[in-house]
Nanobody, 115 residues
Framework: QVQLVESGGGLVQAGGSLRVSCAASGRIFSISVMGWYRQTPGKQRELVAAITSVGSKNYIDSVKGRFTISRDNAKNTVYLQMNSLKPEDTAVYYC?????????WGQGTQVTVSS
């Protein structure tokens, strides 16, 4: 069984920063891609950022230059540093981890940006 534990969400004013973290544990093998998705009510979950095992990164256009994804392979942990936050970044952020066999999701952490 695999567990993904997310932390770091919260409430911040526009222009502020937050960092969310996701630690994977349990029977997980050769993690390939780790990423963050977000979802708001009535909308589809969208990929925000992803990072491969060798450090290649991609971002949704709306967060480029503001968000940075990173990972610690030794700790099976992925981070998302979010700077210059905007109200439109408000969403539930979900961690996503893929290993050799499966895809796993975190429970979600709320990020709220007030104007």
């Amino acid at each position: 069984q695999v567990q993904l534990v997310e932390s770091g969400g919260g409430l911040v004013q526009a222009g502020g920063s937050l960092r969310v973290s996701c630690a994977a544990s349990g029977r997980i093998f050769s993690i390939s891609v780790m990423g963050w998705y977000r979802q708001t009510p009535g909308k589809q979950r969208e990929l925000v950022a992803a990072i491969t095992s060798v450090g290649s990164k991609n971002y949704i256009d709306s967060v480029k230059g503001r968000f940075t994804i990173s990972r610690d392979n030794a700790k099976n942990t992925v981070y998302l540093q979010m700077n210059s936050l905007k109200p439109e970044d408000t969403a539930v952020y979900y961690c996503n981890v893929r290993d050799s066999f499966n895809t796993y999701w975190g429970q979600g952490t709320q990020v709220t940006v007030s104007s």
